[in-house]
């Protein structure tokens, strides 16, 4: 099956800092990657959709400048959190959806940041 | 705005029973329907889609369609402990390829 890995699977930081998360598509190209945040308790929120070598899509609400997303190959996105905060503390995933199974959206494990 | 309502639970079941959990959509044009498994703390996993009215069986999992009603529901025969989770359940269609996604319902099956 398709896998999706995330990298690094938990981090924290100090206030102030920038982290950048990277998700990759093991095993297939992944013309479409998707970031969501989950707060606890709380449903998956889309943050952004980006399609391979274009801009990121970003969901309304979501600052485009604070979270940088870079879908450079078919099977690379990173998401950066720039100058990160506690209230940005949350769990982010990413999905990836291939080209050919159009049906299926494939999870990453999850990113858990903590900023202090 | 299209959104998908699942109700949060949590939904306890005895070890051994049918847990049935249910959604309902708003956008009328959507097409494919996802019944995702999340356990605490990890990112989700996809279960099934349905596109087509009816039921679609996978093992001791059955989706069931109802397109006129805009609702979908998920049948876990036999739940087992292991089935403790929270089960999201996502739209997508009706010109967008972007799945929108309930909140998820709280499953606890019991022994």
């Known amino acids: 099956g398709a896998v999706v890995s995330q990298h690094p699977s938990w981090v924290i930081c100090k206030s102030g800092t920038s982290v950048k998360i990277e998700c990759r598509s093991l095993?297939?190209?992944?013309?479409?990657m998707f970031w969501y945040r989950q707060f606890p308790k709380q449903s998956l929120m889309l943050m952004a959709t980006?399609?391979?070598?274009?801009?990121?899509?970003?969901e309304q609400g979501v600052e485009k400048d604070k979270f940088l997303i870079n879908h450079a190959s078919l099977t690379l996105s990173t998401l950066t959190v720039t100058s990160a905060h506690p209230e940005d503390s949350s769990f982010y995933i990413c999905?990836?959806?291939?080209?050919?199974?159009?049906?299926?959206?494939?999870f990453g494990p999850g990113t858990r940041l903590t900023v202090l | 705005q299209k959104e998908v309502e699942q109700n949060s639970g949590p939904l306890s079941v005895p070890e051994g029973a049918i847990a049935s959990l249910n959604c309902t959509y708003s956008d009328r044009g959507s097409q494919s329907f996802f019944w995702y498994r999340q356990y605490s703390g990890k990112s989700p996993e996809l279960i099934m889609f349905i596109y087509s009215n009816g039921d679609k069986e996978d093992g001791r999992f059955t989706a069931q369609l109802n397109k006129a009603s805009q609702y979908v529901s998920l049948l876990i025969r036999d739940s087992q402990p292991s089935d403790s989770a929270t089960y999201l359940c996502?739209?997508?269609?009706?010109?967008?390829?972007?799945?929108?996604f309930g909140r998820g319902t709280s499953l606890i099956v019991h022994p």
């Open positions: 095993d297939f190209q992944a013309t479409t």
């Open positions: 996502a739209a997508r269609g009706g010109g967008s390829y972007i799945p929108t």
């Open positions: 980006s399609n391979e070598g274009s801009k990121a899509t970003y």
């Open positions: 999905s990836a959806r291939s080209g050919i199974s159009y049906n299926e959206q494939f």
